[in-house]
C-alpha cells in the first residue's frame, strides 16, 4: 500500500490498525511489510515504534493534521533504497534489522558496528 492509499483510507475515518496489519516489534507495535521489493518502491515498507513516536494507530476519525504526521512516519521501500545510496542488498539488510527504530537510526548503527565491513570491494 501507498503513502496516499493509506491517506485515502484515513481520510474517510478508518484507523490506521484497520487499514494495515500491524505487527510486534522490539517491545513496541509496528508496521513492516512482509518481504522486502524494491520493484514496488513507492510501497509502504515500515512504521517505527507507534507509542514512541505518538502515532494514533487506533484511532478513527482523524484531523488531516494527523494523518499527514502519520504518513511522515511511513517509510517506502524507496526511502530505505535511498538510505543505503542505491545499494539494494544494503537496503534490505537495513529493511530487517528495523523492528522498532527508524532507518536512519539503523543504518547509523549498522555502519558503527561493522555491519558491512567484510564485504569485498
Known amino acids: 500500500m501507498t503513502k496516499n492509499e493509506i491517506r485515502e483510507y ?46 494514533p494507530s ?4 482523524l484531523p488531516p493534521d494527523v494523518i499527514e504526521d502519520i504518513l511522515r512516519y511511513c517509510y ?6 535511498d538510505e543505503m545510496e542505491g545499494d539494494i542488498r544494503k537496503a534490505e539488510d537495513l529493511f530487517h534489522f528495523c523492528d522498532w527504530q527508524h532507518p536512519i537510526s539503523a543504518a547509523f548503527y ?7 565491513d567484510d564485504e569485498e570491494l
Not at 487506533?58 to 476519525?61: A, I, R, T, V
Not at 517506502?76 to 533504497?81: E, L, N, P, S, V
Not at 549498522?110 to 558491512?116: F, I, K, N, P, T
Request: overall charge negative; glycine content about 8%.
Open 10 to 55: 484515513l481520510n474517510t475515518g478508518k484507523a490506521l490498525c484497520d487499514v494495515l496489519e500491524l505487527a510486534a516489534g522490539q517491545e513496541c507495535g509496528i508496521y513492516k511489510a512482509l518481504t522486502f521489493d524494491p520493484a514496488a518502491p513507492d510501497e509502504v515498507a515500515y512504521i517505527p515504534d507507534m507509542c514512541l513516536n505518538e502515532i
Open 58 to 61: 487506533g484511532q478513527e476519525d
Open 110 to 116: 549498522m555502519e558503527l558496528c561493522g555491519w558491512w
Open 76 to 81: 517506502t521501500m524507496q526511502d530505505f533504497i
